[in-house]
Every structure is written in C-alpha cells, then in structure tokens.
C-alpha cells in the first residue's frame, strides 16, 4: 500500500502542482483534488498518459538495481521530483549515497521533508539549466564523492529541452563526471510532423506552464548525448522486459509516441 504523506501537504491546496501531479499518476498519495483533477485532463487528452509514467517510474527502480549490481554506490538523480512511492532511495541498500535536486522551490520543500532523517537520501535545490554553478557548490561537492563514479539520472525530463541545450548539459556532465560515471535518461518520441487536436492542447498545458515539450527524434537525442558513450538503449518497453503488444497502437495517441530507455558511460 502507497505511504501516507497527508501530514505533509500544504495548507493551500487551491492550484496543482506538477510533483504532486507526477506523483498521482504513479499511484502515490502526496497529492490533493486539484493535483487529481490536472491529471485527470492530462488522461482524458492522452490517455496513455498513466501507462507510460508508470513505466518511467518502473524504469527508474530497475536501473538503479542495475547499477548498483555494477558497483555504483552514489547516486545524483537531476530533476527529480518527489521521492516517493519506490524512488531510487527506497529501492537501494541504506549505505547507497542517493542525491536528489529540483528547481521548483515547493518541490524541494517537500522532497526535503521526505527524506528528513534518512542519512543516506539528500535533497538540494539546484537548476538543469545552471548545471555549472550546481554541480560545483559546496552542497554538491560535500555529498559526492568525485574520486569515484557515478550515477546520474536524466529520467523523465530530457523531453523538456531542444537538443542544443540537452548537448551543453550532456558536455558539463562528462567533464565533471569521473572515468566510469554512467548516465541513465529516457527519451520521449512521436511522428515528426504528425498531432491531433487532442495532442495539440496536451502540448499546450506545458507550454503554458512554461515548461513547453520537445519530441526529437532517437537519432537527434544519440547525438545530443554525445561524447557520452551509448551502453544500452532500447525501447522502454523492452527494456523492462513487457511481452510483445504491451504498447498497443492506442497507447501512441494517433502521433506515434514511443518511449526510449538508455545508460550512457564515460
């Protein structure tokens, strides 16, 4: 059964909350009625919506099982929304370091808040876009230990960048990144060219929100990611081992969406 984080949620629960929006659709409780009624609209636009979050999250515990099977014993996990419900900390041995960052202040509040106590999860606040000046403060540097590789996780938020800004952060990463460091990062694609008036104002809430969508193509993505080397990419689907069919032609809305899953090693 999901944890109960009611104890934590804010007094105004008036607007919805992109975390608590996330953490919904993976079946968490750290969310309130608007959060719910957001998601539902998402669902009732895209209705793969659910399918394909839950696979993120699925993702997210077994590449970290996976990783750490391969010696990995820190972790930094970048735009990371709320760690709940089987986050990379819950899956992993206590002695595993995992450092968790997000832009949003409120979400950071929480996330702080949720790992309040455990010696082995960290929450800062830190921005993608000023990957730089994070990856070298204090706080950063105090937590990860560079003489020894790591884990970084791009899950579920390449899609919110062109692919000239996801090559700049895939560049600032491998310079910081020690030899054997690893990336994990999932990619969102659909038909160039092709949308429904559904999918057009799915796109849209985004870009209202100032956080637009890009779907590039798997070749754009590749080479984005560059001079990382690519270890594994596959399909999400298969990459978590789903029988033949499990992505039925529904689940790609009409557009083609398809989800890739890939790590990446210096």
């Known amino acids: 059964m999901p944890a109960n984080y009611s104890h934590l949620l804010p007094q105004d629960t ?18 309130v009625a608007a959060d719910r009624d957001a998601a539902e609209f998402m669902f009732y636009l895209v209705p793969s919506t659910r399918k394909w979050v839950v696979m993120l999250r699925e ?15 820190q972790f930094l996990d970048l735009g990371s929304g709320l760690p709940t419900e089987s986050h990379i900390h819950q899956v992993l041995p206590p002695e595993v370091r995992v450092v968790y960052c ?10 702080q808040a949720l790992v309040a106590g455990m ?20 706080a950063v540097s105090s937590l990860i230990d560079r003489s020894k590789k790591v884990a970084i996780g791009l ?15 895939a560049r600032v990463l491998y310079d910081w990144a020690p030899e054997g460091s690893e990336i994990t990062a999932t990619f969102e694609t659909k038909d160039e060219g092709v949308t429904t008036p559904a999918f057009d104002q799915f796109e849209g ?40 069919g499990y992505i039925t032609e529904a689940d790609r809305e009409g557009v083609g969406i398809e989800f890739y899953a890939a790590r990446f090693r210096k």
């Open 119 to 138: 010696p082995n999860a960290h929450y800062l606040e830190g921005d993608i876009q000023a990957l730089e000046q994070f990856l070298q403060s204090e």
């Open 14 to 31: 008036t607007f919805p909350n992109a975390a608590r929006i996330y953490d919904y659709t993976v079946g968490g409780t750290f969310n």
């Open 205 to 244: 809430m985004f870009a209202q929100t100032g956080s637009p969508m890009y779907f590039l193509s798997l070749d754009t993505y590749r080479e984005a990611m560059q001079p990382w080397q690519v270890h594994r990419m596959e399909t999400l689907a298969d990459y978590l081992g789903k029988p033949t």
């Open 59 to 73: 993702f997210l515990q077994v590449v970290a099982r996976e990783l750490h099977a391969d010696g990995f014993t």
């Open 155 to 169: 899950n579920g938020v390449v899609t919110f960048f062109q692919a000239d800004e996801i090559q700049r952060i």
């Open 102 to 111: 997000d832009i949003d202040p409120l979400t950071v509040q929480y996330g």
